[in-house]
Every structure is written in structure tokens, then in C-alpha cells.
């Protein structure tokens, strides 16, 4: 059974920092994409970070962009995101998901393909809540 967990939402100040982590089982992590997406009431879901596990490609929203961080433990099956600078425009329910074929680091390198399609991912985590006061 696959289960994603993801973890380590929470109440910061506009500024601080603050550490996402989804934790994987009943695949081959090795094989696999995962991205975090955020979303908020009444709006789409959107992308923020994606990590290739196969060749470490990584790919940041603009919005996000030397301010968050993402990275890949393939041997404790996790992937993190690291927040820093965060802003009352990050407040948002964050989601980890897995995509296992529909991606193609290559493409995304080459601004081919958008590792941010929420149609391409196979599994979805339950979204941990990260609100940031101003």
C-alpha cells in the first residue's frame, strides 16, 4: 500500500523559517518524482518544488525561488522542503506527491515539460498546514 505522510506545517512569523517533510512507503522511492504543491481556499492547486529521485533534477516555482529548498533522503524514503524567508503569501495547505512515469527530468530541463501538472502524479499526501503571520 502506498502511504505518503507529509509533516512539519505550522504557525511562523513572516521571515522565519520552517522544514516540510513527507515521508514515503510502498514504492520504489528510488524510481519516482515527488513535488510539493501548495494550495488555498478557492484557488488552484499549484506547484512549488519537484525533485527527480532517478537523476536529482530540481525545479522551483518563480515564487519560491531562492527561498525554499528542496531535497531527497532516499535512504530514510523522504523528501523535505526547507522554507526560509517565508512570506504571509506562502500560507497555504502543502501537499507531497509522487509521480512514478509521466515525467521526464530531461524535458523539464529543457522547459519541455512542466513537473508541476497535478494529472501526472499517482499518489497525493494529506497536506500539512503552514500559516505565516505577518
Known amino acids: 500500500e502506498v502511504q505518503l505522510q507529509a509533516s512539519g506545517g505550522g504557525l511562523v512569523q513572516a521571515g522565519g523559517p520552517l522544514r516540510l517533510s513527507c515521508s514515503a512507503s510502498?514504492?520504489?522511492?528510488?524510481?519516482?518524482?515527488i513535488a510539493w504543491f501548495r494550495q488555498v481556499p478557492g484557488k488552484e492547486r499549484e506547484g512549488v518544488s519537484w525533485?527527480?529521485?532517478?537523476?536529482?533534477?530540481?525545479f522551483y516555482a518563480d515564487s519560491v525561488k531562492g527561498r525554499f529548498s528542496i531535497s531527497s533522503d532516499n535512504a530514510k524514503n523522504t523528501v523535505y522542503l526547507q522554507m526560509n524567508s517565508l512570506k504571509p503569501d506562502d500560507t497555504a495547505v502543502y501537499y507531497c506527491?509522487?509521480?512514478?512515469?509521466?515525467?521526464?527530468?530531461?524535458?523539464?530541463?529543457?522547459?519541455?515539460?512542466?513537473?508541476?501538472?497535478?494529472?501526472?502524479?499517482?499518489?497525493w499526501g494529506q497536506g500539512t498546514l503552514v500559516t505565516v503571520s505577518s
Open positions: 510502498g514504492f520504489t522511492f528510488a524510481d519516482c518524482d
Open positions: 525533485i527527480s529521485n532517478k537523476d536529482e533534477s530540481i
Open positions: 506527491a509522487v509521480a512514478t512515469e509521466k515525467i521526464t527530468g530531461v524535458w523539464v530541463k529543457l522547459g519541455l515539460q512542466t513537473p508541476f501538472r497535478v494529472g501526472d502524479y499517482d499518489y
